[in-house]
């Protein structure tokens, strides 16, 4: 299986601060990477498909990138309702693996 | 507009099993695969496999082979997940959610979940 590790864990940081998220595969993915941003109580909402496409309807400021097995969330200017869990997923090959989670929270 | 409406929340005894639904409205459904996803409490995403509505033909992970069965009925544009020989880590919120069969493939509408409890 595809084993995906998400960096940090954790994070926290302000209202206005550019944060980055980053997610390896264990083998070649090429770009099968999507990125999912999940709530408290909420089903995963979908923010990138294929490494850097951005889901109809998000924010400009989620940017994704990254090809082969080092991708990245960047969130550009962070606004109160982006603090959640964000999640990667390789949809490369099954099993569809999801990364272990990164929980974003207010300083 | 694209809706996936799951069943409600379930009780179950260990050993026992659990049949969970998802209706699916706003788009064709055999024009995707739908794909289930369950996160116990306090924990992460796991991909449990897909079932091709179309064909009926079903991808399971590896750890689930043997338990679990989807299903799915056209008629009622209806997808089922059968989860068998329950156990208490079984306990999760359990997730449909489709995606497009043509790359780039992504979950793009999900379900609201379903609590599945395992109790004595």
């Known amino acids: 299986d595809i084993q995906m590790t998400q960096s940090p864990s954790s994070l926290s940081a302000s209202v206005g601060d550019r944060v980055t998220i980053t997610c390896r595969a264990t083998?070649?993915?090429?770009?099968?990477l999507n990125w999912y941003q999940q709530k408290p109580g909420k089903a995963p909402k979908l923010l990138i498909y294929a490494a850097s496409s951005l889901e109809s309807g998000v924010p400009s400021r989620f940017s994704g990138s990254g090809s082969g097995t080092d991708f990245t969330l960047t969130i550009s200017s962070l606004q109160p309702e982006d603090f959640a869990t964000y999640y990667c997923q390789q949809s490369y090959r099954t099993p569809y693996t999801f990364g272990q989670g990164t929980k974003l929270e207010i300083k | 507009q694209v809706q996936l409406v799951q069943s409600g929340a379930e009780v179950k005894k260990p050993g026992a099993s659990v049949k969970v639904s998802c209706k699916a409205s706003g788009y064709t459904f055999t024009g995707y695969y739908m794909h289930w996803v369950r996160q116990a409490p306090g924990q992460g995403l796991e991909w449990m496999g897909w079932?091709?509505?179309?064909?009926?033909?079903?991808n399971y992970a590896q750890k689930f082979q043997g338990r679990v069965t989807m299903t799915r009925d056209t008629s009622i544009s209806t997808a089922y997940m059968e989860l068998s020989r329950l156990r208490s880590d079984d306990t999760a919120v359990y997730y449909c959610?489709?995606?497009?069969?043509?790359?780039?493939?992504?979950?793009?509408?999900w379900g609201k979940g379903t609590l599945v409890t395992v109790s004595s």
């Open positions: 083998q070649s993915i090429s770009k099968y």
């Open positions: 079932i091709n509505p179309k064909s009926g033909d079903t």
């Open positions: 959610a489709r995606m497009t069969v043509i790359a780039p493939t992504a979950l793009d509408y």
